[in-house]
Structures are given as C-alpha cells and as structure tokens.
C-alpha cells in the first residue's frame, strides 16, 4: 500500500528533498581513491576505539545492561562475546567508541564516526551486506553530518547549542543507514525526519559517561528510524527547513544557511577535504595545541617535575577545556588542559591509561596540578576554531629560567597528519585491549581491502572476545 503523501510534490524542491537525493546519487563506483583510503582509515580508527572502549568501566555497565534487554542476537556487542539487535549493537558500539575522546575529529568540529561506523556495522551484519555498501554509506554519513556543520557557526559560542554528536550525528547515521539499505528517496527522507525528532545531547555531561550517549542514541536512531522508513513509518516530509519546529530552526537556528547542506554535495567529499583528524591522544581536542606544545618543551629542554616552577598556557578564548584545573576523575581529566599539560611534562606521554583514577590522584600529579595555570587569551581564535587557534606554554624553572612553545597545528590534524605507522601503533595499543596480536592483524587485513568483503561477518566475529587481551 502506498504511503499516503508519498507521491505528493508539495514542496518537493526544499533541503530534505534534496539531501535525499545527494544521497541517493553517492555511488561507490565513483568515489575518488583518496576517498576510499580515508574511509578505510576511518574504518580501522572506529574499530581501535570500540575495542578499547569496551573495556572501560562503562562497558560493563553497559554490557549487563543491554543482556538484561534481550533482544534478537543479528548483531555483535564489540569487544564482548555477546549478540543482540542492531539498535542496541550500534546503541554499545557507538558509545564504547566515544567513551575516550580518542575518535576521529573534523573541522567544523564533529565527532563524525561514532554516530555512523557502529549503525552501519550493525544493520551491514544483520542484513549480510558487502563491505562495499558500507564503505559508500560511511561516506554519505560523513558528508551529511559535513554538510550540516558548514549550515551553523556554532564556534563562538558553542554552548547555546547541544552537542553536534547528538544532532548532527542522528541526521548523518539516519542518511548512511538509509543509504546502505537503499531506501528511495521518500523513505529516506522520512528516516531523517524520524531522526530529527531524537536529536538533543547536553554539553554539560561532560567528563561523565553520559557524553558518550550522545553518539550512541544517535546511532541507534540511525538504525531503528532507517527500518522504521522502510516499513512505512512516516514523519514530515521536510523536516529540515521546516519553519515550525523543524531540525534547521530548532537545531541549527533561524540564521543558519541551509542551502549549504546539498550544495555542491560530494564536490569535493569532506572525507578528504579539508579531511579528518586521526586523535593522537584520548583527550578532549580543545587540549591537543597545549599538549604539543607541553611535550615539545619537556623533549627540548629535558625536564624533570622537581625542575619545575610554573606553567602557564594561553589558549583561545573561548576553550571549554581552560575550566578543569583540578579534574574530580580521570575521565574528568580528558576535558581538562590542566591535567593534560600535567601528564605531558610528568611523562612525555598521553595514553588510555592515562586517564584512570589511579593516576589522576597520584601525588606527582596532584603536586603538578598546583603549578599550572591556564589563561583564556581574546587575543587567540576559540577553541573551537580547528582551524585558527594556537596556544603557548611557556615554563618557569627554579633557577629563574623561562622557556615557551607554541603550538599552531597538532599532530594528527587534516594538514598534519600521522603516518601510517603511527596509526598503526594507536591501533594495536587499542585493540589488544582484547584481542591476540594474530586476530588483531587479521582485522588489519580485512579493512585494507573492505572493498571486497562479500559480508562483513567474518569481520566482525574477530571483533569479539576470544582471546585474553591485556584486559582480559
């Protein structure tokens, strides 16, 4: 039976009509190399997070959680030996993925995996589909969370908006979804606007575990709406421009350009341009200029803490992460530049374990944290702003000497990117977490050629638990 409306051209030629058919029109036939080889990388980067993520005091939570949920097992919980549905495999996957700060990163900023790798793991395992419909949808949920960031200059003031993962995410995880499923243009457009109604995420829970639902709910509405479509389901029709109540008004704001989400779609694809930020270290991004800047000074001048007078850093003003200068947790720490130069000059390292407990509330830590103060300077760009910040430390020792650095571009940033073996070094240090070294080169093997993965099911089996890990 038709959906009633379904045939209707009544505003037909508005943005979600549009982006429906952008996505419609992505063909993996027809994406550039580079392309390919970034969605790879995303692939790998995705998996590393998850694995990892898993095994961080959330995942049990969330483990007895969703067993306790029942549910159909199509799909595999990562990291764990269980099965469930797709909603809630990409539900525990996405925020195992976020759970560390450590995912990919984008400019505008956005934390574009989560909300998309795990629904489309999810629904590709369910449904038996090939790696190439992954690949193609990856790319589409990209672009459209893309798309709708360049529509907002949140970067100024950031915080009178909720947090993109938990928006823009829902819409992009919707649009891949409805991509790998191939949906027609209605149903596409009827699985966003199911989505847009889940979209929210508040930046306050921050340095909790609640930051990481913002990527989960969003991914498990890319699923559960993309079904949804396809069986009938119906929402409006033009839900993004729609001025009373729509996702662009209430999400985005009454000044946002919505004619920036379908223009010049996939011309060049965001993926590769200005391209993506493979995370260095498992903090918050807005600390990543400080902690360059911190581990440069420590290398140059040789550093030791008992050395050490006073630390001062200048950052963009505004920065989130200047407000966190005695972090209550390890997970707090992410968040804090404080605790993340402490860490850089104490051990010239930032690692997953250096985000636990135990050595947030280590005496040296602790005795570091009293040296350092951070000053948001109106004179640099936002914290936000990827593309323009920069900030200094600059170190007291005790005999009276002082030393500085400045920091413009970050490693692992879309122009200073890390090298293959750097990304493979994040990698092994994530997933053998859980995996053995021989099933954690196998999932190597099978992402550097995901193109010609009939099924993503073998894949996934070596994602689950078997092995010891270090964490096991």
């Not at 672009?143 to 947090?163: M, S």
């Not at 001025?243 to 989400?261: M, S, V």
Request: net charge negative.
């Amino acid at each position: 039976m038709a959906t009633p409306g379904r045939h209707s051209s009544r505003n037909s030629g508005g943005i979600t009509a549009r982006l429906a058919d952008c996505i419609g029109s992505v063909d993996f036939r027809e994406l550039p190399e580079e392309v390919r080889a970034v969605a790879k990388v995303v692939v790998l980067d995705g998996l590393a997070n998850i694995l990892a993520g898993s095994t961080q005091p959330l995942g049990e939570i969330l483990i007895r959680h969703i067993s306790a949920l029942g549910g159909v097992p199509t799909a595999t919980i990562i990291g764990t030996a269980a099965k469930t549905n797709a909603p809630y495999a990409a539900y525990a996957n996405a925020a195992f993925c976020h759970s560390m700060d450590y995912e990919a990163m984008w400019w505008p900023p956005t934390h574009p995996t989560s909300p998309v790798l795990p629904a489309l793991l999810a629904l590709a395992e369910q449904e038996g589909l090939p790696g190439t419909r992954v690949m193609e949808a990856l790319v589409v949920g990209f672009e459209v969370q893309g798309r709708l960031n360049l529509a907002v200059d949140w970067i100024t003031e950031p915080y009178t908006y909720f947090h993109p993962p938990g928006t823009l995410g829902a819409i992009g995880s919707a649009s891949a979804c409805s991509k790998l499923l191939g949906l027609d243009p209605w149903e596409t457009r009827m699985a966003i606007g199911i989505a847009a109604s889940r979209t929210g995420g508040l930046w306050a829970n921050t340095g909790s575990m609640t930051k990481s639902q913002h990527s989960a709910n969003s991914a498990r509405a890319g699923v559960e709406c993309t079904l949804l479509a396809r069986e009938g389901y119906t929402s409006n029709e033009n839900i993004i421009e729609n001025k009373t109540g729509g996702f662009g008004q209430l999400i985005l704001g009454e000044e946002a350009d919505l004619e920036l989400i379908v223009k010049d779609f996939g011309k060049p694809y965001r993926m590769s341009d200005p391209g993506i930020t493979i995370k260095r270290y498992p903090a918050q991004t807005t600390t990543h200029w400080s902690i360059d800047a911190a581990l440069e000074l420590r290398d140059r001048y040789k550093l030791k803490a008992a050395d050490i007078r006073e630390v001062v850093v200048r950052v963009g003003f505004p920065n989130w992460s200047a407000h966190w200068p005695k972090p209550r947790s390890g997970l707090e720490g992410k968040f804090s530049i404080h605790y993340t130069v402490a860490l850089a000059l104490l051990d010239g390292k930032l690692t997953i374990d250096s985000f636990d407990d135990r050595r947030r509330f280590s005496p040296a830590v602790d005795s570091m944290l009293e040296k350092i103060a951070v000053i948001e300077d109106t004179t640099i760009p936002p914290g936000l702003d990827f593309a323009g910040t920069w900030a200094t430390v600059t170190v007291t020792l005790e005999d009276g000497t002082v030393v500085s650095a400045r920091c413009e571009r970050p490693r692992g940033r879309w122009d200073n990117p890390l090298t293959r073996e750097e990304r493979m070094l994040k990698f092994y240090d994530c997933a053998l977490r859980v995996l053995e070294q021989s099933e954690a080169q196998q999932v190597v093997d099978l992402v550097e050629k995901f193109e010609a993965l009939q099924e993503i099911t073998g894949l996934m089996s070596l994602l689950q638990r078997k092995g010891s890990g270090r964490a096991g």
